[in-house]
């Protein structure tokens, strides 16, 4: 079967949608579970705020990181890996392995970890 | 110095009235003094050191530092009540720990819970707890420089993050200094601290193939703390000898903690050859050139310091950029005169820098050395290829120099021409003034 991505765009929030967003829980509770069990769901997880990002390229052999996620507007979303790292350190470290770090740009975002993060940050 | 005494202040006047004073105490307010001296000394002393260790065991930059406060506060409650204990240094570590259980217990959504309270709980129950080896504590304290130093974090708040956890400099002094509004900064310092945690940056020294690069960041983020205080791009006089201050100190710990890094030396010779003469630099009427500096201003402890340090970073054989531009500072200062200066040696160290970090400074700099060694001509002809660089066209001090080297080689005109563009080029009110002084006295000649 082929797979698709699905790609969540929200407006960056501020406290109010986030609290309104909560109100929604019970609808993705359902949607996650309904999907998981039809056995279509390969894998999914929320991201963490976009000061989080941390945006990596390499020009000319040299690593360079920005905080934030700064593609540029002629960058479109290519692929995806999602790691489990360490932490942040090895997580760029592989982010600057792939090929599209020299013409374009990774972006490493945090996935947010439902078992202990907090529902608002 | 002032501003983490100004921080205790605040708390010790805040502090409640001690308990019924016992008999054979001694008076209330004496005790009460020395307990505030006391509490003050340990927030001044030993802060970043207790700070750094509780960063490591609550796994969280937030909770420490509000543990850390907590602690504090409640050092200024108990001591003038029960007498100063016999190690006010772990009296703070304990209370800090308990209080970050406290708040560990109450706060649900921290991530690694249940570890961190494990841990924290374990390290309570040690009856005796263990004064930190000194090696560990220089341990956390690079743990959490080079956290705050961390290059997915945005610079200004790497800058922001490094004054607030290593030099204790509050959220409303770091933005006083940098222009910026207290809201803003405190967000600035919210969010860094937020990603940390949430991204996951590990509290660690980075690994030996990552470390030269990863100095290289502290060690320019301190530098832009120095510059800031230095350049006085705007606030203040007095926050900006903050900044230089705190930019020394923090120069001093690193070479502490990293004795055999030649660049670390070498970075703290250059910011005290340069603090040295801080007084000196500005006078009523505005900006004072080296050459005319009244030499009885100069700190010279500050500069045998500054020489001391350039001599154990020449020692140890790491050339690097901050050791160049020190020994460059150092042969200004060491002249008897300004007339007696070896510009030669100077022109061939900035050389020597252009070729190791290239940049625009550096060869404005060269050519005006070598406009002094070898004549206005052969300054000019290195500035040649500056001059018709398309990105440096607002450089403002590429013009000054120009102008100097034209009004020396006999150019007068072309020499007030470059001036009046070097005056247009700066936003700054002593180097305007100084700027305009000089296309003043060309047009005397």
Redo the contacts between chains.
């Keep these: 079967m082929p797979k698709y991505l699905m790609l969540l765009y929200s407006p960056d929030g501020d406290e109010a949608s986030e609290q309104q967003r909560w109100s929604e829980l019970p609808l993705w509770l359902e949607l996650t579970d309904s999907l998981r069990d039809a056995g279509l769901l390969v894998a999914n997880g929320a991201l963490?705020r976009t000061?989080?990002a941390?945006t990596v390229r390499v020009r000319d052999d040299e690593i360079e990181?920005t905080?934030?996620p700064f593609a540029i507007t002629k960058e479109v979303l290519a692929g995806f890996y999602m790691l489990e790292c360490?932490?942040?350190?090895e997580a760029?470290r592989h982010a600057a392995r792939f090929p599209t770090a020299r013409y374009g740009s990774v972006e490493?975002r945090?996935i947010?970890?439902p078992a202990?993060?907090?529902?608002l940050? | 110095m002032t501003a983490r005494s100004t921080e205790a202040a605040t708390h010790a006047a805040a502090a409640p009235e001690p308990a019924a004073p016992e008999p054979a105490a001694p008076e209330p307010a004496t005790r009460e003094t020395a307990a505030r001296e006391a509490a003050a000394q340990v927030f001044r002393e030993e802060r970043v050191a207790i700070l750094a260790t509780l960063i490591r065991q609550a796994g969280d930059f937030q909770l420490a530092e509000d543990a850390f406060q907590d602690a504090f506060e409640a050092a200024l409650a108990a001591w003038p009540r029960d007498g100063l204990p016999r190690n006010p240094s772990a009296w703070i570590t304990v209370a800090a720990q308990r209080r970050a259980i406290d708040r560990l217990r109450r706060n649900r959504t921290m991530s690694d819970r249940a570890a961190r309270l494990a841990e924290l709980i374990r390290l309570q129950e040690q009856e005796h707890p263990a004064p930190g080896e000194p090696s560990a504590i220089d341990d956390d304290r690079l743990r959490l420089i080079f956290t705050c130093c961390h290059p997915a974090l945005d610079p200004s708040a790497q800058v922001a993050l490094t004054l607030r956890t290593l030099g204790g400099l509050t959220t409303a002094e770091i933005a006083r200094a940098f222009l910026v509004a207290e809201p803003t900064m405190g967000k600035r310092i919210t969010r860094a601290k937020n990603k940390i945690a949430n991204a996951h940056i590990r509290y660690q020294v980075p690994a030996d193939a990552d470390l030269p690069a990863r100095l290289r960041g502290v060690l320019r983020v301190v530098y832009l703390v120095f510059n800031e205080g230095y350049a006085a791009s705007g606030g203040d006089q007095l926050t900006r000898g903050e900044l230089c201050t705190e930019a020394v100190r923090l120069g001093q710990l690193l070479v502490e903690l990293m004795p055999e890094q030649a660049e670390v030396w070498g970075l703290l010779a250059l910011m005290l050859l340069h603090d040295a003469r801080r007084a000196a630099r500005t006078g009523s009427d505005g900006y004072i050139a080296l050459g005319d500096q009244d030499r009885a201003l100069w700190d010279h402890a500050r500069i045998a310091d500054g020489l001391r340090a350039l001599e154990k970073a020449v020692r140890l054989r790491q050339p690097g950029q901050y050791q160049l531009q020190a020994a460059i500072t150092a042969l200004h200062i060491q002249a008897a005169d300004p007339d007696a200066t070896d510009w030669r040696q100077i022109a061939e160290l900035y050389g020597a820098l252009g070729r190791l970090s290239p940049s625009a400074v550096v060869a404005v700099n060269h050519a005006a050395a070598v406009g002094f060694a070898e004549g206005p001509r052969a300054g000019l002809d290195l500035l040649g290829p500056l001059l018709a660089d398309p990105a440096l066209q607002h450089y403002q001090p590429l013009y000054a120099t120009y102008a100097d080297l034209l009004s020396r080689a006999g150019d007068q005109a072309a020499a007030a021409d470059a001036y009046r563009r070097a005056v247009s080029l700066t936003q700054n009110t002593v180097e305007r003034t100084e700027l305009a002084r000089r296309l003043d006295t060309l047009a005397e000649h």
Excluded: F, S
């Design positions: 963490h000061y989080t941390t990181m905080d934030g360490d932490g942040l350190d760029l490493v945090p947010r970890e202990h993060d907090g529902p940050d």
